[in-house]
């Protein structure tokens, strides 16, 4: 989160919030990024593996990434009204293992939530630490439906 | 029940492993990363020119997720959409090595590195899919390895390799 990376707790949870998956946004997005009938075609994709339309899994990937920016924007926020000065995040530089567990339909609501596994000093760049997050969705049946671990840079305070 | 959308398209077992699929170039201009990071990914170094300088990326870079959009469009063109797809498992060792920057050219290739039968879907397959995402200076970008799930065209038929070979009575064979 946008803290100094001394601020950051392994096993620490931040929940992202909840995002509804419209059959519109499916195939709006899956158009552009994964023009597969599964993704864009409702009629063809009931003769599909899913017996109708799902989303791409990198959709349930890219909604997550927005989930978790979001929430570095109000942690900062946080801090900033709580009088403390927040941390400077970089980029991530990819992520080990980015599973899709099960199919995600239209009118599904994801919840998400980050856990961070790890954290270290980095070795390439001097002034920052890298976190690994585990970032995960689970659907309103309580189903885990996606399971990713990234890293991302944080700078270290003073630095 | 048949699938008539995939049908004639190419199974589990027209595959081959060492097969490598070219992926069309494409562009990434200005309004394309302003346009993606405002929607997926609304960092500065995305969407502020002068923010984006100071950052660790050095300038305005496109979102790894956006480089990973664009290539897994030019991979269900060129290829997701010929084959008897039933979606995606994931991605392993997704690497973003270098920032995609305002009108690079980023195109790549895709190799088929490992094809089994799934375990827990007697009817599917998964291909393996290693992705080599570069500029136009040759740079490389991004890499990751995609597990996708094909229909399998023969479910019962068992493959020649796992026959037990039986010698004719009374032939030794070789000795080794």
């Known amino acids: 989160m946008t803290r100094w990376f001394e601020d950051i707790n392994e096993g620490e949870v931040f929940p992202l919030g909840d995002h509804t998956f419209t059959r519109d946004a499916i195939i709006a997005y899956a158009k552009i990024y994964d023009p597969q009938y599964l993704h864009i075609d409702p009629e063809a994709a009931k003769l599909g593996p899913f017996g109708g339309l799902v989303a791409s899994g990198a959709q349930t990937a890219m909604v997550g990434q927005r989930l978790m920016v979001d929430a570095l924007f109000a942690e900062a926020d946080r801090l900033r009204a709580a009088g403390q000065e927040p941390g400077v995040g970089g980029p991530s530089p990819g992520g080990e293992k980015i599973e899709f567990k099960a199919p995600v339909r239209p009118g599904d609501t994801l919840t998400y939530s980050l856990t961070t596994l790890g954290k270290r000093v980095s070795n390439s760049i001097p002034g920052w630490g890298v976190l690994s997050n585990e970032i995960t969705a689970i659907n309103q049946q309580g189903e885990l439906v996606y399971r990713a671990v990234f890293a991302s840079f944080l700078k270290l305070r003073g630095a | ?176």
């Open chain 2, 1 to 176: 029940m048949p699938n008539s959308i995939t049908a004639n398209r190419r199974h589990y077992e027209d595959l081959a492993v060492g097969e490598v699929i070219d992926l069309a170039p494409t562009t990434v201009t200005k309004q394309m990363i302003f346009d993606f990071a405002r929607e997926f990914d609304p960092l500065p170094f995305h969407l502020d020119e002068a923010a984006a300088k100071t950052s660790l990326l050095r300038g305005l870079a496109s979102s790894g997720w956006q480089t990973l959009g664009l290539t897994l469009a030019r991979l269900s063109a060129s290829f997701l959409n010929s084959i008897a797809s039933e979606g995606g498992l994931g991605f392993t060792d997704l690497k973003w090595k270098r920032p995609t920057m305002v009108d690079d050219t980023i195109s790549g290739t895709a190799t088929i590195s490992a094809l089994r039968r799934s375990k827990s879907r007697p009817g599917s397959g998964i291909v393996t899919i290693d992705l080599d995402v570069r500029n136009q200076r040759g740079e490389s970008i991004m890499t990751m390895t995609l597990a996708n799930l094909i229909a399998v065209r023969h479910p019962e038929a068992v493959p020649m390799h796992e026959i037990p070979y039986d010698r004719p009575s009374g032939h030794e064979g070789a000795k080794s």
